[in-house]
């Protein structure tokens, strides 16, 4: 069983302490991250380590500000909500918690909780495997590449090539950019995506982006190569690509 990384968001010393205990006494399932007092401060922790798993203080600031995860740009992480209320629950829930726990915590019903969010992971890995073998067999069925098949968390993506500006390596995942500003995140890293589009004008000029030739509108040479795109975006081209790169383009 993977172990997963998780946050805290909590206010209350007790807590936390708690929750550190478990994790120090179970390292084998979770690694505390970092630790925040509100949902603002906490959403850059999210945003450095992108957790699997986050345990927040269910308070009226809290919840409020609950919308803001809608901001991230990667796979969301699974969230315990915690409080001494019990009426904090139904809030809780409607906001997609995957569990809630009252305080004070106690170690069994902590240990569920996260055996339940490593349950859901592996699930959710299960379904990405699934689809990530549809993904091959349909980019494989395509003789002209006209289209490529993304898979994201909970969808799979039928994009023209035509259409796509820039692929950007965000870690493990390929973050897609569009002509029309549409961002899409898919499950494959950047590598297996330069298999299947190094045909369809692409070229990787970066170890962190692989690019559609015909969207460049000027490339400045100014410190070094650099690509200018339609949408006004200029990506740097690596030293070590720079011949490849200028042969490509028949610079």
């Given amino acids: 069983m993977?172990?997963?990384?998780?946050?805290?968001?909590?206010?209350?010393?007790?807590t936390v302490q708690l929750l550190n205990k478990f994790a120090d006494e179970n390292s084998m399932l979770i690694t505390i991250c970092g630790v925040e007092n509100g949902f603002?401060?906490?959403?850059?922790?999210?945003?450095?380590?992108?957790?699997?798993?986050?345990?927040?203080?269910a308070c009226d600031k809290n919840l409020k500000l609950f919308q803001l995860i809608k901001n991230i740009d990667f796979v969301a992480p699974k969230f315990i909500f915690m409080s001494n209320e019990t009426s904090s629950a139904y809030q809780a829930f409607k906001l997609n918690a995957l569990e809630f726990l009252l305080k004070p915590l106690h170690f069994n019903d902590i240990i569920l909780s996260v055996y339940k969010v490593l349950k859901v992971c592996e699930m959710e890995l299960s379904f990405q495997k699934i689809q990530l073998q549809e993904i091959d067999s349909i980019n494989g069925s395509q003789s002209n590449k006209e289209f490529i098949a993304i898979s994201s968390l909970?969808?799979?993506?039928?994009?023209?090539?035509?259409?796509?500006?820039?692929?950007?390596?965000?870690?493990?995942?390929?973050?897609f950019i569009l002509s029309n500003n549409v961002k899409i995140l898919s499950t494959k890293n950047l590598g297996e995506h330069v298999n299947i589009l190094n045909q369809n004008n692409f070229f990787r000029i970066h170890h962190s982006y692989?690019?559609?030739?015909?969207?460049i509108v000027k490339i400045n040479k100014k410190n070094g190569y650099s690509c200018e795109f339609s949408n006004g975006e200029l990506l740097p081209v690596a030293?070590?690509?720079?011949?490849?790169?200028?042969k490509y383009i028949r610079l």
């Fill in 2 to 14: 993977k172990s997963i990384k998780a946050v805290i968001i909590e206010h209350e010393n007790e």
């Fill in 239 to 246: 030293k070590r690509r720079l011949d490849d790169f200028a």
């Fill in 40 to 57: 603002e401060a906490g959403m850059e922790l999210i945003r450095q380590h992108r957790p699997e798993l986050v345990f927040i203080h």
């Fill in 154 to 175: 909970d969808k799979i993506e039928l994009v023209k090539t035509d259409d796509i500006l820039y692929c950007k390596a965000d870690g493990k995942y390929t973050e």
């Fill in 210 to 215: 692989l690019i559609n030739i015909n969207h």
